[in-house]
Structure formats: structure tokens, C-alpha cells
């Protein structure tokens, strides 16, 4: 029966739009259940016995048959910190307030590493167990206290650190903290960003979402996950990253959070920091680090093409 579940996946019997499930997806779907079942006292049905380490062949079969059927995967290029930049420099003060609320979501999703569900509402076609960040989780700080929501701009954009929380993500991982001190950079800065969005939603609930703002008519509107979409589209149009190698259409929210990780270990820091900012448990974060950039090389072959003479001690 989980087997036939596996396969009625992979034709999309429970995906939206009937999609083809990967052999990825299929593994994880399998274990989330797995895991679900044993926690309420019954036997994992991957394993012949429980105890046993390794799958039953059968599942582990099934997942290499799956994952050797499908395309290679295109993953979400890294957006480079200049068309954040760009963003931030050519909406941060446009006189639509809707899109100076988008850049400002663009600027602190790149600092933070946020994944897009963590700062837009879910589309409603299926329950998510992500909260999406709220005025209640930012915290602004000056000199080591926290700064009231409610004072005036100017007083908030003097902050000098900020701080999200993140209740619960797509991983499961509840009660995340952040933090970041402010860049002192006028243009891109998730302080004096993250001051924006909370100044906007002053007067409103403490659990009202970031990115909501009230427009010209005096309706209240959030920014969805699209608006963000096109933004970065645009950034990377106006940017110029056609002319640096990249596919667009291979570029979109996801490229945010691939490119702070890229950027953080291009500027030299370690993969344990990482790993704390993108809130990554395992090494799957490696595959953010891109190998599309050619930075990441830069110098190995000038290293590699130096004369070295070594022995060999092992035994013939």
C-alpha cells in the first residue's frame, strides 16, 4: 500500500495541477509519513523489521528508478548583491508605495536567507506550516534597547540592529531568531528596510503581516509572493545579468535566498554561519553555494598550475 501511495505521487493523483512528483519528493513525502506513523506507536513500512537500518530494497529501489527517470534539476540562479542594489536604488523611493514595500521585503529576504513563504501569505490551496513574519516578530534596537513601533520614522530608521523571529518554517524548525546590524549603507540595508515595513503597520495589530500597507484609496492590500516574483525579474533586467551568463527565466524568489548564502561565502565566512543564517540543520545549503559563479574558482587554476614534486609512501 505505500508503495502504490509512491506511485500514485509520482503520476500526481495528489499533486495540484496533477504534476509528476520527483523521485526527491517521493522520498520525502514517504518519510515525513514514516515518521508520522511510527511517532503513534506503528511500524515504519519502508523497513522489513523495525530496527533495521537501511530501507527495504524495495522503497530504496524505487527511489533510484524514480530519481535516475527524471530531468536534471535547474535550481533558481543566485542573484548577486548589486541587483539588490538596483532594486533598492530604483524603488526604494518610487512614489508608488507598493513598490517601495516590495523592495523593501527584497532587501531584508536577502539579508536573512528568507525563503519567500516566510514574508508572503500562503495562495490558500493548501495549508502550510510556515507563519509568515509579523509585526510582533521584529524587534528594532538602538545602544542595546528595543525601539518602540510606534515612534516616529526618522526615529526608527535610526536603528542599529533588528531582529525576526520566525515562529514556524517549511522544515519544521520553530522559534527561529535572527539578527543583523544595520549595514550604514543608504541604499541597502535590512535595518533601516525592516524600519519601513513596521512603520507602515504601526496602528495595526500585532499580528499583522509583514508587507501589508494601506494604498492610496485607503485600502488595506499585502504583498503577495507574485509582486515579489516580478520585482526580482525586473532587478535582473535592469541589472544586466543576461549579459553575465544568466537564464531568467531560472531566476525568482528562491535566487534571494541562494544568493545571500553565495554572497556570505564569497565575502569568506564559514560554513557554520552559514548554515545558522539560512537555518540549514544538514549540508543540503551546499547546493546554494553555486557553482554557476565563477568567483568561487577564481585563482584555483593559477594554484594548481604550480610546479609540486611529492613521493610516494605507500606500500607497492
Known sequence: ??????????????????????????EEAL???????????????????QGQHSLDRRFSTYYRTCKDEDPPSRPQLALPSSTIRWIA???????VKRLRI????ITLAFFFLLRVGEYTPSDGRRQKRTIPLRKKDIRLWRNGRILNHQLPLRVLLDADAITIGLENQKNGHKNATLHHTASYDSVVCPVRAGAR????????SASTGLGTYTNEFGYVLRVQASEIRAMIHEGALGDGLESCGYDLTRVGSHSLRSGGATHLKLCGYDNDMIKKLGRWSSNTYLRYIQSQIGNLTHGIATQMAKILRFHNVAST
Not at 11 to 25: F, M, P, Q, V, W
Not at 89 to 95: D, L, Y
Not at 102 to 105: C, G, K
Open 1 to 26: 500500500m505505500f508503495l502504490a501511495f509512491a506511485a500514485a505521487l509520482r503520476d500526481g493523483e495528489y499533486i495540484d495541477g496533477g504534476k509528476r512528483a520527483s523521485g526527491a519528493t517521493i
Open 31 to 49: 518519510r515525513w509519513v514514516a515518521q508520522c506513523m511510527v511517532t503513534r506507536g506503528l511500524d515504519d513500512p519502508r523497513r522489513a523489521y
Open 89 to 95: 536604488s530604483q524603488f526604494g523611493a518610487a512614489p
Open 102 to 105: 516590495v523592495a523593501d521585503l
Open 197 to 204: 515595513l513596521v512603520h507602515e503597520i504601526r496602528n495595526m
